[in-house]
């Protein structure tokens, strides 16, 4: 009976050793680029206007750009990033969000880049996923994804967002 108790106790170690190492084997590696080659802050709102044309018009704010890589220089497949704050009467602000209203849920103060960061409200922030789709632009050769964040009682649309312009 010991003989037979200590077998199965090797056979069930093998097996259990064999499982965890089989899995440390198989489980790929999770890796993000960085975010890097970031532009000054700009002030121009034609580069939003074209990339995202459902912002409300006159687009105002400000914005920084950059890429997703680990090079020094972006290649022909590079991802790009933008982080801007979109400026807004408080009541356009809640008229361009009425329709999104009831999908929105409560989010966490969006991180923006270092230098925009600072310009991002404290306050408590909605989301709609509704909103990012509206926002979001697709083509064959591009388009860009997009969080859109906005302060409860606030004149700002905070945008995250990443994606390519079409070539």
């Known amino acids: 009976m010991k003989r037979w108790a200590a077998t199965c106790a090797v056979a069930l170690f093998a097996v259990g050793g064999c499982s965890s190492w089989d899995q440390a084997e198989s489980t790929p590696t999770s890796y993000m680029p960085q975010k890097t080659g970031v532009s000054p802050i700009r002030y121009d709102s034609e580069p939003l ?3 995202f044309p459902k912002l409300p018009k006159p687009v105002t704010g400000e914005w920084v750009q950059g890429f997703f890589s680990d090079s020094p ?5 590079t991802t790009y990033w933008m982080d801007a704050i979109i400026e807004m009467p408080p009541q356009q602000l809640a008229a361009y969000v009425a329709p999104f209203r009831s999908g929105m849920v409560l989010a966490i103060r969006p991180r923006l880049w270092k ?3 600072s310009g991002v409200p404290s306050a408590q922030f909605e989301r709609s996923d509704e ?3 509206m926002l979001s632009t697709n083509t064959e050769k591009g388009g860009w994804a997009v969080k859109a964040f906005v302060p409860k009682d606030g004149s700002v649309l905070v945008l995250s967002t990443q994606g390519k312009d079409p070539a």
């Open 115 to 117: 230098t925009l960061d």
């Open 49 to 51: 206007e074209q990339r």
């Open 131 to 133: 909103l990012d789709r």
């Open 73 to 77: 220089l972006p290649g022909p497949n």
